[in-house]
């Protein structure tokens, strides 16, 4: 795109387009479009059907000269999302080609006081870790995050986590920018909300032996809250790389404990002090197998929509989210 630094090798371009009215987004964005037709460049959208209708309608007929993708199942588990745009980066390099992204994130949060998760600032991890996991590819994203929809404080991360802004000035460096092994490391820092007082399942692990076992009762745990065959396959397989990680790389014994709130499945795996995992693992794909859970974490990143992780002094915990409707929806890659 047109104003933006050449993405070369580790070079890459992360920039953040914060919209606070549709005519930021014509004054921001489209004019910076209309440069990249003009100089023959390739765009790939992927956003809302309002940004798309804003874009469309300020460019006509050009508008088709750009490339627009389909967000209806992207963002459907946070980690696949992350690792398909990944794998469509690295496919377009191996090809020869550069291409610049402009993505909205489909991940508003649930305005329930009570809910398990949220996702935006989970999001944000996979914004931090991107960074690496992108940087040789020879494209640049540019993310596109609502300050009406988000508030305050989510959106001043949001402008830490990428080392550039679209302004009105165009594309800028960030000054404040925090880089992607500090990002994620104050996060596994920080403490996971309470386990429930009264769970589903709780489970003591000390030999991988009673690996099968688990998989049969998280099977059946899955299966009466009314997920489908594949949908428990993801469940269990998830789990049990995680389960798996705790036993081979943590301390004895592996504690697993599962519950569920509303029609999403949660599960918690605590091992009690061996090594800890490194923050980035499992954000880089699957070869990365001599890191520590690196790829069972990976796996698991896959399979649940989002997961969180502790590392403190005296244990390591890894939190898995599926809810019904993410874990059904089987994204495309």
Same mark, same amino acid.
């Given at each position: 795109?047109?104003?933006?630094? #050449?993405?070369?090798?580790?070079?890459?371009?992360?920039?953040?387009?914060?919209?606070?009215?549709?005519?930021?987004?014509?004054?921001?964005?489209?004019?910076?479009?209309?440069?990249?037709?003009?100089?023959?460049?390739?765009?790939?959208?992927?956003?809302?059907?309002?940004?798309?209708?804003?874009?469309?309608?300020?460019?006509?007929?050009?508008?088709?000269?750009?490339?627009?993708?389909?967000?209806? +199942?992207?963002?459907?588990?946070?980690?696949?999302?992350?690792?398909?745009?990944?794998?469509?980066?690295?496919?377009?390099?191996?090809?020869?080609?550069?291409?610049?992204?402009?993505?909205?994130?489909?991940?508003?949060?649930?305005?329930?006081?009570?809910?398990?998760?949220?996702?935006?600032?989970?999001?944000? #991890?996979?914004? #931090?870790?991107?960074?690496?996991?992108?940087?040789?590819?020879?494209?640049?994203?540019?993310?596109?995050?609502?300050?009406?929809?988000?508030?305050?404080?989510?959106?001043?991360?949001?402008?830490?986590?990428?080392?550039?802004?679209?302004?009105?000035?165009?594309?800028?460096?960030?000054?404040?920018?925090?880089?992607?092994?500090?990002?994620?490391?104050?996060?596994?820092?920080?403490?996971?909300?309470?386990?429930?007082?009264?769970?589903?399942?709780?489970?003591?692990?000390?030999?991988?032996?009673?690996?099968?076992?688990?998989?049969?009762?998280?099977?059946?745990?899955?299966?009466?809250? &009314?997920?489908?065959?594949?949908? +428990?396959?993801?469940?269990?397989?998830?789990?049990?790389?995680?389960? +798996?990680?705790?036993?081979?790389?943590?301390?004895?014994?592996?504690?697993?404990?599962?519950?569920?709130?509303?029609?999403?499945?949660?599960?918690?795996?605590?091992? #009690?002090?061996?090594?800890?995992?490194?923050?980035?693992?499992?954000?880089?794909?699957?070869? &990365?197998?001599?890191?520590?859970?690196?790829?069972?974490?990976?796996?698991?990143?896959?399979?649940?929509?989002?997961?969180?992780?502790?590392?403190?002094?005296?244990?390591?915990?890894?939190?898995?989210?599926?809810?019904?409707?993410?874990?059904?929806?089987?994204?495309?890659?």
């Amino acid at each position: 795109m047109t104003g933006h630094p #050449s993405p070369v090798g580790r070079d890459f371009v992360h920039s953040a387009l914060i919209v606070d009215s549709d005519d930021t987004l014509r004054s921001r964005l489209v004019p910076a479009l209309r440069r990249s037709i003009e100089a023959h460049e390739r765009v790939h959208l992927l956003v809302g059907a309002h940004v798309e209708r804003v874009v469309r309608d300020a460019l006509g007929a050009l508008a088709d000269r750009l490339e627009w993708g389909e967000r209806a +199942t992207f963002y459907a588990r946070l980690g696949f999302a992350y690792e398909r745009l990944r794998r469509y980066l690295a496919a377009q390099h191996a090809a020869g080609s550069s291409v610049h992204v402009i993505t909205e994130p489909d991940v508003s949060a649930d305005p329930a006081p009570d809910a398990p998760v949220d996702r935006a600032t989970a999001h944000l #991890s996979y914004e #931090s870790a991107c960074d690496d996991a992108y940087a040789d590819y020879g494209c640049a994203v540019t993310c596109l995050w609502d300050s009406r929809r988000h508030p305050t404080v989510l959106i001043e991360r949001v402008r830490d986590l990428h080392n550039h802004e679209l302004t009105g000035k165009g594309c800028e460096p960030n000054s404040g920018y925090v880089a992607s092994t500090d990002y994620l490391r104050a996060r596994s820092e920080i403490p996971l909300e309470a386990v429930p007082p009264v769970v589903d399942l709780d489970v003591g692990l000390v030999d991988l032996d009673q690996l099968t076992q688990l998989r049969s009762a998280l099977r059946s745990w899955a299966g009466a809250r &009314s997920f489908d065959a594949d949908a +428990t396959g993801d469940v269990v397989v998830a789990v049990t790389e995680v389960a +798996t990680n705790g036993l081979v790389h943590g301390a004895l014994p592996v504690r697993l404990r599962s519950w569920h709130h509303g029609d999403m499945l949660i599960v918690q795996v605590d091992d #009690s002090g061996g090594r800890r995992i490194p923050p980035a693992a499992g954000f880089h794909q699957a070869g &990365s197998a001599d890191r520590v859970g690196g790829r069972g974490l990976w796996l698991a990143r896959q399979l649940a929509d989002v997961v969180t992780m502790h590392c403190g002094e005296s244990s390591t915990s890894v939190r898995l989210h599926f809810p019904y409707a993410g874990t059904h929806g089987l994204p495309m890659g």
